[in-house]
């Protein structure tokens, strides 16, 4: 079940590879995370030897837990393997890892799917947008 998407994502970058990561939250940012109060507008990833955080994605409180003391955009660290890490620290220079989806996994457990890729000049968006509805239109006239 997805619970936010990165509208914005698929515009502006050209993406080129996905991941999915774990993520590691407290239990009323899971809850809220459930009820659907959360936004991915913004955030990025950084990744070093140490692994990849989330930074500047927005998980509202949750309304029946004590908000005392808490950042709605703290820094979330992303649960991925050695060989993932070090293949994304091994990649070119100029791509981005952006989160794009936040999803329940095959458990329950909140999963983040990340992609790879470049951002895209003002060109390439016109482009981007002529492919995306020349194919609605042929969607439309089947």
Not at 34 to 37: F, L, Q, V, W
Not at 79 to 85: A, F, G, P, R, T
Not at 115 to 126: F, H, L, P, S, Y
């Given at each position: 079940m997805t619970h936010a998407?990165?509208?914005?994502?698929?515009?502006?970058?050209d993406i080129k590879e996905t991941l999915d990561a774990g993520i590691v939250l407290?239990?009323?940012e899971v809850k809220s995370v459930?009820?659907?109060?959360v936004s991915l507008q913004g955030s990025y990833v950084t990744v070093n030897q140490n692994g990849a955080t989330l930074l500047n994605c927005h998980i509202g409180p949750y309304?029946?837990?004590?908000?005392t003391d808490y950042d709605p955009t703290h820094t979330r660290k992303l649960?991925?393997?050695?060989?993932?890490?070090n293949s994304l620290l091994g990649k070119e220079k100029g791509l981005v890892i952006i989160p794009l989806e936040m999803y329940s996994g095959r458990r329950g457990l909140i999963k983040l799917?990340?992609?790879?890729?470049?951002?895209?000049?003002?060109?390439?968006?016109?482009?981007?947008?002529?492919?995306?509805?020349?194919?609605?239109?042929?969607?439309k006239s089947i």
């Open positions: 998407t990165n509208t914005r994502a698929k515009y502006d970058y407290e239990g009323r459930k009820e659907g109060n309304k029946y837990a004590p908000n649960l991925l393997n050695k060989s993932e890490i799917k990340i992609g790879i890729g470049r951002a895209r000049k003002k060109i390439d968006k016109r482009e981007y947008i002529k492919k995306r509805d020349t194919e609605r239109e042929i969607r």
